[in-house]
C-alpha cells in the first residue's frame, strides 16, 4: 500500500452508491474532484462529515467540484444513511476495501487498546487532468470543509 502524494495520478475506480448507480472517476473528468473517506456511516464524527459536506455542496458545485464521499460499507447502509441524515453528498460503496487500499487510507488503527484494520478520515483533491492537488491525511471534522473550499479557490486560481 502507497501513500499518495500531491502530483500523483489518482488511481482509478468504478464503485455503486446508495441507488446501485455506478460512479467511475475517469467519468468525472474536466472536473474538480473532492474525493473524502471516511470510516464508517452513522457514527458521530462521519455524520458530522457528510452533513457538512451536504450543506456546502452548492458551493462546491459553483467552483465546478464534485463531491464524493467512499467507505466500505454497503450500499444499504449508505442509503439509510443518507436518508436519516438527508444527506445529498455522493456516497460510494467500496466492500471490497480496494478503493480505500489504493488510495492509502486502510491503516492499522487503535481504540481503546485494540488494533484493527479502518479507514483513515483523508480527503484528496482530484484535478480535472486526474492529477492529485491536495491531500489531507488523518482529517480532523470542525473546519475541515472550509479548508477544502479555500485550497480549491487557491487551486482554480493557479489555474487561470
Keep these: 500500500m502507497t501513500e499518495l502524494d500531491v502530483g500523483d495520478k489518482a488511481p482509478d475506480f468504478c464503485l455503486p452508491d446508495k441507488d446501485g448507480?455506478?460512479?467511475?472517476?475517469?467519468?468525472?473528468?474536466g472536473e474538480h474532484v473532492v474525493l473524502y473517506f471516511y470510516p464508517r456511516d452513522g457514527t458521530p464524527g462521519c455524520t458530522r462529515q457528510a452533513k457538512e459536506l451536504s450543506a456546502m455542496l452548492p458551493e462546491f458545485e459553483k467552483r465546478g467540484a464534485i463531491v464524493v464521499g467512499v467507505?466500505?460499507?454497503?450500499q444499504e447502509s449508505h442509503r439509510k444513511f443518507a436518508e436519516k441524515n438527508g444527506l445529498t453528498v455522493r456516497l460510494l460503496s467500496d466492500e471490497d476495501n480496494s478503493v480505500v487500499e489504493s488510495y492509502g487510507v486502510w491503516k492499522m488503527k487503535k481504540m481503546y487498546g485494540k488494533e484493527f484494520l479502518g479507514v483513515v478520515r483523508?480527503?484528496?483533491?482530484?484535478?480535472?487532468?486526474g492529477i492529485i492537488k491536495a491531500v489531507w491525511p488523518k482529517v480532523k471534522v470542525p473546519g475541515h470543509v472550509e479548508e477544502v473550499l479555500a485550497k480549491l479557490d487557491e487551486i482554480r486560481e493557479e489555474m487561470v
Aim: with cysteine.
Design 21 to 29: 448507480e455506478v460512479l467511475c472517476l475517469k467519468e468525472l473528468g
Design 122 to 129: 483523508s480527503t484528496f483533491m482530484i484535478g480535472p487532468d
Design 71 to 74: 467507505n466500505p460499507d454497503s
